[in-house]
C-alpha cells in the first residue's frame, strides 16, 4: 500500500466520521425551562418604588416552547400595599404570550396578571393587562393595557402604559439600556406620570449578571409617597444581581 493511498484512506475515513458527528448532533430542543434568582436594593416598577425605598428579593421560573409560545411566573417583596393600609408583602405576576419574527421585526404579545395575596385593600389591587411589543434592530416599543383596575385604583379599568427602550451591545457582556414610558390611570389622571431610566449590565457568564440603573419620574410629589412622606418616585441608582440556571 502506497502512502498516497494511505493519506487518501485517512481523508475519506475524516470526513465520513465528520459527517457521522454532524449527523449526530443534538437537534433544537422543543421547550427550556429557566430559573432566576435575584436581588435589588429598590424595586421599582414603571418609575416608582414598590418597596418603600428598600432593597427587594426577587426570582421566576420561565418556560418557552420552540414555536414561540411562552409561561411564566415572577415574584417579589414588595411594602406599597402594606403603605397602601392592606397586608400583602410579595407580588406575584403570572404571565404567557407568544413571540415570532417576520423577517428583522419582532413581535410579542400576551397576558399579565398580577397578583398581592392577602392584599385586603378596599378596591382590589390584582390586575389584569394585555399587552403587545415590537423590536426592530436594538429598538423596542410596547404597549400595555389594563382589562381591570390598576393597581387599587378605583374606576380605572381601561389605563395604560406605553414605553419605549433600546438595548445596545456593547461587547464583552457589556450593555446598556435607554427607556422612557407614559403611565395614564383611568379617570384618576393626577397619578398618570412619565418615568424614565438608563440601565448598564454586565453578564459575567454561567447565568450570573449585576446591573445599575439610574431611574427618575414626573410623578407627582404628593401622591406617590411612603408613610414617612418619602417620594417613590424620586431619583435614585439601583443596582441589581440576578442568577439564572
Do not use: C
Request: glycine share 12%; hydrophobic share 35%.
Amino acid at each position: 500500500m502506497t502512502l498516497k493511498f494511505e493519506k487518501t484512506l485517512i481523508l475519506v475515513a475524516l470526513t465520513v466520521s465528520s459527517a457521522a458527528f454532524a449527523q449526530t448532533k443534538a437537534p433544537e430542543p422543543d421547550y427550556t425551562l429557566a430559573f432566576n434568582v435575584g436581588a435589588v436594593t429598590d424595586y421599582r416598577y414603571r418609575g416608582i418604588s414598590q418597596s418603600r425605598l428598600k432593597p427587594a428579593a426577587q426570582g421566576g421560573i420561565d418556560f418557552s416552547h420552540k414555536s414561540g409560545f411562552y409561561i411564566g411566573t415572577w415574584g417579589s417583596t414588595i411594602k406599597w400595599i402594606k403603605d397602601a393600609g392592606g397586608d400583602a408583602d410579595v407580588e406575584i405576576d403570572l404571565y404567557g404570550g407568544y413571540k415570532g419574527t417576520v423577517g428583522d421585526f419582532g413581535y410579542d404579545a400576551g397576558v399579565l396578571r398580577y397578583f398581592y395575596p392577602g392584599s385586603s385593600l378596599s378596591v382590589n389591587p390584582d390586575t389584569t393587562e394585555l399587552y403587545v411589543a415590537g423590536t426592530w434592530g436594538p429598538a423596542t416599543l410596547k404597549y400595555s393595557h389594563s382589562t381591570t383596575n390598576l393597581f387599587g385604583f378605583a374606576d380605572s379599568k381601561g389605563s395604560g402604559y406605553l414605553d419605549a427602550s433600546a438595548t445596545f451591545d456593547l461587547g464583552n457582556g457589556f450593555s446598556v439600556v435607554p427607556h422612557v414610558g407614559r403611565t395614564w390611570v383611568k379617570h384618576n389622571g393626577a397619578f398618570s406620570y412619565t418615568d424614565y431610566s438608563v440601565t448598564g449590565a454586565k453578564d459575567f457568564g454561567n447565568g450570573l449578571s449585576v446591573s445599575l440603573a439610574l431611574i427618575a419620574t414626573d410623578a407627582d410629589k404628593s401622591l406617590y409617597v411612603t408613610p414617612a412622606g418619602k417620594f417613590t418616585g424620586k431619583t435614585m441608582l439601583v443596582a441589581g444581581v440576578k442568577y439564572t440556571f
